[in-house]
């Protein structure tokens, strides 16, 4: 009896583990794929408020944003 509740929570705890290496992986994979952000959505940000960006601003807003992920 008290051994299958100790079973019953060491599978319950290595499920949980499993499941969450396993999500954060697929996670960063899709991130990596389909960035939340890139170099139009950010000319588009600085244009709509009132600037005209070069490419070097650009980048370099780009490069900030990769620091951070």
């Known amino acids: 009896m008290v051994g299958e509740i100790i079973w019953g929570l060491i599978g319950l705890v290595v499920g949980l583990i499993i499941g969450f290496v396993i999500s954060r992986i697929l996670t960063q994979k899709y991130l990596k794929k389909n960035p939340p952000i ?25 490069q900030q944003m990769n620091r951070y992920m």
């Open 38 to 62: 890139n170099e139009k959505m950010i000319e588009v940000m600085m244009s709509s408020m009132g600037r005209k960006p070069s490419k070097k601003q650009v980048n370099q807003v780009m």
